[in-house]
């Protein structure tokens, strides 16, 4: 198994619709970051887990899941370097593949001393857009060969008979 694990702090400032967004609203690009690890964490079948400073983000230190993407604020005095270096060394194992997605120089030099790989940032949003566009196109062609009706409908009525068929009234 792959394992992703995303230096969060570090991906919002490298990116620049993140970083944009962060400069007007923290949470929302936090929230932005998690949505978008989600959509590469279903497409690439890899775990992913993001760390985030508690420096932002005061008290103690927290984990939960949202989109199933495990997401860890670090205690108060801990640095997510710090707990992306205990990550890498508490979940690598003969059958885990740990990568790392910061760019942080230093921190880069000390995962890849622990086996994990590193991805920078950068490489990170390449490979997300990537994705994206993958995603567009398995999109579009899902829909031009969705099955045209026999019976022209309205657009109004095809929506009451779409929201019949999902059992919604």
Do not use: C
């Not at 964490?41 to 508690?54: H, K, L, N, T, W």
């Not at 008290?59 to 890498?88: P, Q, V």
């Not at 991805?119 to 579009?140: H, Q």
Request: glycine share 4%; aromatic share 8%; hydrophobic share 40%.
């Amino acid at each position: 198994m792959d394992i992703l694990i995303v230096d969060g702090y570090n991906v919002i400032g490298a990116w620049p619709e993140l970083r944009e967004l962060m400069n007007r609203d923290l949470s929302a690009a936090r929230d932005r970051l998690i949505e978008k690890m989600a959509e590469y964490q279903a497409y690439s079948g890899m775990r992913v887990i993001i760390v985030f400073d508690a420096q932002y983000v005061k008290g103690t230190e927290k984990k939960f899941k949202s989109y199933n993407i495990e997401i860890i604020f670090t205690r108060n005095k801990e640095t997510a370097d710090e707990r992306i270096e205990k990550l890498a060394i508490s979940l690598s194992n003969i059958k885990t593949q740990i990568h790392v997605a910061t760019s942080d120089y230093t921190e880069q030099w000390a995962i890849f001393g622990q086996g994990a790989l590193r991805k920078s940032s950068r490489e990170l949003l390449i490979e997300m857009n990537s994705i994206e566009n993958g995603i567009d196109k398995k999109i579009k062609n899902i829909q031009e060969k969705q099955p045209v009706s026999k019976i022209p409908l309205s657009k109004e009525m095809a929506e009451i008979f779409e929201k019949w068929r999902r059992g919604k009234q």
